[in-house]
């Protein structure tokens, strides 16, 4: 990945940030990185839990970027990314980005059966309706999803922050890169190739309901090696905390798992602590209010550079896709 290092051209990028309160710390981290502050903005609640904003500057004719994950609870964050892009757009901002770390109901991309919704094209007409012109996000959970929008859209990718912190932390390993399902290969196989092309293993997992996995066999030789279990999102953890077990019964040293987007609903982190797994490793895409307790399994890793250098790039007209090269 390039040099992460702030070079907005002071003065003649117009361009302001407005935070929602969905990821606040993730925000002002972004607002260090670029040396811009957080617009003075009021993004509350009315008695009755009706989302009300107000914007206490001037915004016309500036290039205005959005932060705000629509992570849980869900329905409330996204009517306040709906609710910020009308506001702006009705105060004549020049362009509006929606720049949203975790794009909730991705995983809602398709008719999995009859008669089901495909929720994340719903919200893509929502947020495209309300007046955004660009869309910015981090490991959409399927990358057909930037389809969903009639507006550009830009996809970034984690891999890069993950690759940089294995490395650090892992270098003189016998390093082995398992996709926790044969849907994630693709981007197993991009980790290991940055990881100087380390092999490479699939857990085949039968789902017999929703929300539940059983570990069904490994595909690779895990023997006497550090495994690294990459995914996009961790929700309940179970898959994860299965992968682990059968990978440590297949002669695996340690195991350890990175996903982008946090999610950690229910009994995760608990679920995690008993696990196999020696350490989830998430980024602050998802913020969940309050600290992870001492001693618990979970680390995160800030994407704040990766963000903030992506929106400078966007405010300047530069390549966003060079950051990965």
Known sequence: MGSLKPSLASGNTRMKLLAGNSNLPLARSISDYLEVPLTDASVRRFADEEVFVEINENVRGEDVFVIQSTSYPANDN???????????????AKRITAVVPYFGYARQDRKPGPRTPISAKLVANLITTAGA???LSIDL????????FDIPTDNLFAS??????IQARMANRNLLVVSPDVGGVVRARGLAKRLDNAPLAIVDKRRERAGESEVMNII?????????????IVDSAGTLCNAAAALKQQGATEVFAYCTHGVLSGGAAARVAKSELSELVVTDTIWTG???????????LSVAPLLGEAVRRIADESSVSSLFD
């Open 78 to 92: 996204l009517m306040e990314l709906l609710i910020c892009i009308d506001a702006l757009r009705r105060a004549s």
């Open 141 to 148: 959970h399927a990358g057909q999803i930037q389809g969903f």
């Open 160 to 165: 890069p922050v993950i690759a940089t912190d």
């Open 133 to 135: 012109n660009r869309v």
């Open 220 to 232: 690779g030789d895990v023997e006497g090696r550090t495994c690294v279990l990459i995914d996009d």
């Open 290 to 300: 309050e600290a992870d307790p001492k001693g618990s399994k979970i680390r995160r």
